[in-house]
């Protein structure tokens, strides 16, 4: 047997109101990518925040190569090997790459100055084993996402670590990117790194991973060789029931032929990214757009939801050309939109889940400018209830609450105006199997009632499951429109590849 | 050398740069005296007190923080070095600064480990001292001990033909500079400010970094009480009233942002000679009503902050 980097035993969390994580054990063997999996709310998250010393676990035991330690501080845990990437990246905006990799551990001589070559050094070093070669002197907000995580990956590499514990790494990566990424762990796994993986995307921790631990409502469900499972009995041991039921299913499939136009986009152009983008959407349907990471995409939406102004182009609602100079107009016209970024632009985290449903709503909702909090309640707990938010109640703190119900409740805040056309950018976005699949099935519901949607995501599979028509953008254009038949992942990769040599 | 270019193509370097050409320009124009060292010594030395607190106040405001209780901490120092003088003077120096050292502390402390937020906390601590500056003096001035001449000497003597409080300020200046850009507790301050999440997650130990600025900052005001005890010979319970809001603007005008992460105490510095010019301007020209130091004052904040926020706003839009 391999010997065992991380072993811990009996980990027990409590939060006030809560039980985290309930007498878990977890263990990683040298060499091995094992993946942490479960719906949201399952205790990864806990239990990863145990391991790396973020928090201090209530009762158990952890031992590192066999010495039981007992976290009390990150660094800590990246003393004796452990470092983490999380999911959002968390590094110093406004410091250079070659700080961001040094921080908190750079070589000191007289009077604790600062070797700010050495630093370098080691940076450019740790960059070029990942295979980019940048200016490391930049600062870190210079670069894009992905360049960004991999300066996380550079610098938990550099701390020496024998586990690198990794928190849904590539939820902001694109394919070839991941593909990149996936490649260096097996190499560093073949040096001899062992890694926890956490991901929602099964197909990536069936690619990667050779050992597999499932948590489920903070207790441990069970640890399983990859070779024992497929993706169904995967999903079911996460969810605790069958999972033929909500997987894999496809629309009905019946075109619903000729639809009446609601809103139409004529050569839109934004002067930096947009190059003359022209579509239509018709009642009642489920327009997807594919492409890759700053393709237009949520320009588009934005555009479209007065939140920024086109340069050229119109865009006509039931025939009419319509100007939005704010987002207001277009909620007026019964437009709605969810956005990217659920924490920064979606929820108000300080206020309840019933305040956040009814925010879009509050003239209707009172008299004289007073909001009736009656009415404010009535309206929460039916979409509570319409769209099965799972919440201690309508006064829950929303930022206490899994992002799949997150999501719902901004689902919520729309539709109770009333939309006719919605906007989703990344709807399921780091939101669980459950949940997602339910927030799949509600935007089916929803066009089968006449309610336009218009859906962004980077989950192609997605896109195909429930789109009507899918539209794949490159560098600012539309360049296909697919429907039907010719709905597939292959022709979705063959446009975006197309001519160019697009990365 | 390339380091120094680097220096003055920070952007907070450049905006105070900026401004005080302005001011200079404005001054050589419109002004009835010329610039000379004999007047630029005085700015520097009148500056000095309201400087050194600037100057702590940057590092504070760059770690995510704010301190409103400067002004208290120096009036409470300069009563206290009045007191001790009847020490002797070195008692003086030694015990205020130690008070000042641990007055900071306090406010660390409070705003780290308590978890207050820092209005609050420096705003409840601000109240306090300067009431135990009135409760200790009865509101009189205290005057040092007449035997303590060298004490005074702090403030109102020259080295080298420089005023000695000016040599303090440009001193704490370097000192801070190095501080906060090649030691690794300067550089965790501006990492807490920037992403206080992710610098704790990395490894930095969050609490005591914040603690530190708080303290050097009680430290400086330490030193600053120091010299207004010795310039004006008497410990002033009433004295350094509004400094903070002083230092706050000194730091904004230097191209510190509020928000924290981003900021350097050489731009602060500028911001502290921008400050000190409008007043000795207007105080020259002597037609200028003195009450447009604080209106020319107030425009000025305005203006450096909104030429910082531009490039802000317009790098945010890259992928």
Redesign the interface.
Same mark, same amino acid.
């Given at each position: 047997m391999a010997e065992r980097v991380i072993e811990m035993q009996g980990i027990s969390k409590s939060f006030p109101g809560v039980r985290a994580l309930d007498q878990v054990d977890f263990y990683l063997e040298e060499g091995e990518i094992h993946a942490l999996v479960g719906e949201n709310g399952a205790g990864k998250s806990t239990l990863i925040k145990v391991m790396?010393g +973020?928090y201090t676990a209530d009762a158990g035991e952890i031992r590192v190569a066999g010495e039981r330690v007992r976290p009390r501080?990150?660094?800590q845990m990246?003393e004796a090997g452990i470092s983490?990437i999380?999911q959002e990246? /968390? @590094?110093?905006?406004? +410091?250079s790459v070659s700080?961001n990799i040094a @921080?908190?551990?750079?070589k000191?001589g007289l009077?604790? =100055?600062?070797d700010?070559r050495e630093a370098r050094e080691r940076a450019r070093s740790a960059m070029a084993r990942l295979g980019l070669d940048l200016d490391v002197d930049q600062p870190l /907000?210079?670069f894009?996402?992905a360049v960004q995580q991999m300066v996380a990956i550079a =610098?938990a590499l550099s701390l020496k670590a024998r586990a690198v514990v990794m928190d849904e790494p590539t939820s902001s990566l694109n394919e070839g990117e991941i593909t990149n990424l996936f490649r260096l762990i097996r190499d560093l796994r073949d040096q001899g790194v062992s890694f926890v993986f956490v991901s929602h995307k099964l197909r990536e921790v069936f690619d990667l991973c050779q050992t597999v631990t499932v948590l489920r409502d903070g207790r441990l469900v069970g640890h399983y060789p990859i070779t024992e499972l497929d993706h169904f009995s995967l999903v079911s041991k996460m969810i605790g029931r069958d999972a033929r039921g909500i997987l894999g299913r496809h629309r009905d499939g019946t075109d619903k032929g000729e639809r009446k136009r609601f809103c139409e986009l004529n050569g839109i152009r934004d002067g =930096?990214r947009l190059q003359g983008v022209s579509f239509a959407i018709g009642e009642g349907e489920i327009l997807g757009l594919a492409g890759l @990471?700053?393709s237009g995409r949520t320009e588009t939406l934005r555009i479209l939801f007065g939140a920024e102004q086109p340069e050229a182009g119109e865009i006509r609602l039931d025939g009419v050309v319509t100007r939005f100079n704010y987002p207001r107009e277009a909620i007026a016209r019964h437009l709605a939109f969810c956005p990217e970024d659920r924490k920064v632009e979606g929820i108000i985290p300080s206020l309840s889940l019933m305040d956040n449903i009814a925010i879009t709503n509050l003239p209707r909702l009172s008299w004289r400018g007073v909001v009736s909090r009656a009415k404010k309640l009535a309206l929460a707990e039916d979409y509570i209830q319409r769209l099965n938010i799972r919440a201690a109640g309508p006064r829950q703190r929303i930022n206490t609450m899994s992002g799949g119900n997150q999501q719902k409740a901004i689902l919520a805040r729309w539709l109770s105006t009333s939309p006719r056309l919605i906007l989703l950018d990344e709807p399921t976005r780091g939101i669980d199997v459950g949940a997602r699949a339910e927030i799949l099935d509600l935007i089916r519901r929803l066009a089968g009632e006449g309610l336009s949607v218009l859906m962004v995501s980077s989950e192609w599979g997605e896109l195909l499951e429930v789109c009507d028509r899918i539209l794949v953008y490159r560098d600012g254009r539309v360049l296909a429109s697919l429907v039907g038949e010719e709905m597939t992942e292959d022709r979705i990769i063959a446009t975006i590849a197309g001519e160019g040599r697009h990365a | 050398m390339a380091r120094l270019s680097l220096l003055f193509r920070e952007r907070t370097v450049r905006t105070a740069l900026f401004l005080l050409a302005l001011l200079l320009f404005a001054w050589l124009m419109y002004g009835e005296v010329f610039l000379n060292l004999l007047n630029l010594r005085n700015v520097l030395r009148q500056t000095s007190m309201i400087g050194l607190i600037a100057l702590g106040m940057t590092l504070v405001i760059v770690g995510g923080g704010i301190d409103l209780s400067v002004g208290a901490m120096t009036a409470l120092a300069s009563v206290t070095a009045a007191y001790l003088s009847r020490e002797s003077g070195w008692m003086a120096i030694v015990g205020t600064i130690i008070l000042g050292l641990l007055l900071g502390l306090l406010n660390g402390v409070l705003v780290a480990v308590l978890r207050i937020v820092p209005f609050i906390a420096t705003l409840a601590t601000m109240m306090t001292f300067r009431g135990s500056a009135y409760l200790l003096t009865d509101i009189k001035s205290i005057p040092v001990a007449p035997g303590e001449k060298a004490f005074t000497q702090i403030g109102r003597g020259y080295l080298l033909g420089a005023p000695l409080p000016a040599l303090v300020f440009v001193g704490a200046l370097g000192i801070l500079y190095?501080f906060s850009v090649?030691?690794?507790?300067g550089?965790?301050i501006?990492?807490i400010g920037?992403?206080e999440?992710?610098?704790?997650?990395?490894?930095?130990?969050v609490a005591w970094t914040k603690i530190l600025s708080y303290a050097i900052l009680g430290l400086l005001c330490g030193l600053s009480g120091i010299i207004l005890t010795a310039r004006l010979g008497a410990g002033q319970p009433v004295g350094a009233e509004g400094w903070e809001m002083n230092a706050i603007a000194a730091v904004l005008i230097g191209g510190t942002l509020l928000s924290g *992460?981003?900021g350097s105490v050489v731009g602060t510095f500028f911001g502290v000679l921008i400050l000190g010019l409008i007043s000795n301007i207007i105080n020259l020209n002597g037609e200028i009503n003195a009450f447009w130091q604080r209106i020319v004052t107030g425009v000025l904040l305005l203006g450096a902050v909104f030429m910082q926020w531009r490039p802000e706003r317009q *790098?945010r839009?890259?992928?």
């Open positions: 790396t +973020m501080s990150v660094f990246q983490t999380y990246i /968390n @590094l110093i905006p406004h +410091m700080e @921080l908190a551990r750079e000191t009077f604790g =100055r600062i700010w /907000n210079r894009s996402t =610098r =930096r @990471l700053g | 190095l090649s030691t690794r507790p550089r965790q501006f990492a920037d992403n999440e992710a610098a704790r997650m990395m490894g930095v130990n *992460g981003v *790098g839009e890259k992928l």
